[in-house]
């Protein structure tokens, strides 16, 4: 079945030891310090940016990645407008490297993330030293690198748990794990960068540890008719019914 997701220039501030924010449209590349690993690459990010200013809207900050391991996350942030009132995070960098994948498979081997937050959702310098605000952030970061380090591939269908034991993102929430999803519009789904690469793009979707249960046991198609009878959308509510 589809999953119905959506419902419809200047300064630099630091935000942690790990992450800075650029404003505006302009998009500049520096040095990066690397922790381990290969240095970072950053093939795509220009590509990615244009894609997604075409397809989801004017990117209006970015926020850069100061220390990356394995590859380089940057996080774009596309803000509300009158037509679609939610903040849009986009990870430029996962598709950097290519995933593990089973010879001969046609499933895809490059790939991005894509987060939907509620337009009260706050992104100031102070709040985001706060993990109630920061958790979305983290997570696009963490999933992102998932499949580099592990070797491994993420893809539609996938449920992630938030560590283990498991635990909730933040104490404002009970979510505690995320499920891979189709990203809607379908327009903004893939990015043809040549004949060798194409990205594709998917929606985090955070899911309670019952309904990552569910998932286990009863399949995915159960979990998904479950939530689109809640009507659950890929805008994050910390705070949503349970399915399950």
């Avoid at 999803?181 to 899911?207: G, N």
Wanted: hydrophobic share 40%.
């Amino acid at each position: 079945m589809a999953y119905v997701a959506s419902a419809a220039g200047g300064g630099v501030v630091e935000v942690d030891k790990k992450c800075v924010i650029s404003t505006g449209r302009a998009i500049s590349r520096g040095a990066r310090r690397n922790s381990s690993g290969p240095p970072a690459i950053e093939q795509c990010l220009e590509q990615i940016s244009a894609h997604v200013e075409s397809t989801l809207g004017e990117v209006e900050t970015i926020f850069h990645e100061i220390v990356s391991d394995t590859i380089h996350i940057d996080v774009l942030q596309v803000g509300p407008t009158e037509e679609f009132p939610f903040w849009r995070l986009i990870t430029s960098g996962m598709s950097d490297l290519p995933m593990s994948t089973l010879s001969g498979s046609d499933d895809p081997r490059y790939a991005e993330l894509m987060i939907t937050l509620p337009a009260y959702w706050r992104f100031d310098n102070e709040s985001l030293k706060d993990e109630n605000w920061y958790w979305p952030l983290r997570l696009l970061k963490q999933l992102a690198r998932l499949p580099h380090s592990h070797q491994a591939w993420l893809g539609w269908g996938h449920a992630i748990p938030n560590g283990n034991p498991v635990e909730p993102y933040a104490d404002n929430t009970k979510l505690c794990g995320s499920i891979i999803l189709l990203c809607v519009p379908e327009k903004f789904e893939a990015l043809r960068i040549d004949a060798e690469k194409e990205i594709r793009f998917f929606t985090v979707v955070p899911l309670y540890q019952e309904e990552m249960e569910l998932r286990r046991s009863c399949g995915t198609t159960e979990l998904l008719e479950r939530l689109a009878h809640s009507q659950v959308s890929d805008i994050i509510d910390p705070q949503r019914r349970n399915t399950a």
